[in-house]
């Protein structure tokens, strides 16, 4: 039986106005999978037939990947019960595919102004 917490179904907020408040996501292929899986916290890809491409493939590395509801049900009670196992994967994603890269639009902005 999944463990009931604060499970809430956003539909008007921004999402990524809400990530401090998101303990996991539970996504497919989406706009909100990469800036959330930078918070470090677990994802959950609902699999599907669409190909991911190379950022989106290594980190797949650290998401878990549901192929059923009942893969969900079971990452879920796992994480919620503290069992994150992916979290030291995800974070060396994190480390070497994105560090770096902060204040990356001044940069660009700098680089087209000269300065």
């Not at 950022?55 to 797949?60: D, E």
């Not at 503290?82 to 480390?95: F, Q």
């Amino acid at each position: 039986e999944l463990i009931k917490k604060d499970i809430i179904l956003n539909q008007h907020d921004m999402i990524i106005d809400i990530f401090p408040n998101i303990d996991i996501l539970i996504t497919d292929i989406s706009s909100v999978m990469i800036p959330f899986f930078l918070t470090g916290r677990p994802v959950i890809y609902c699999s599907n037939n669409i190909k991911l491409n190379k950022i989106c493939s290594k980190m797949s590395e650290g998401m878990y990947i549901a192929d059923s509801w009942e893969d969900i049900i079971r990452y879920l009670n796992d994480i919620m019960k503290g069992n994150d196992y992916l979290k030291p994967k995800r974070d060396a994603i994190i480390d070497s595919e994105f560090r770096g890269h902060d204040n990356a639009a001044k940069a660009i902005v700098d680089r087209v102004l000269g300065v």
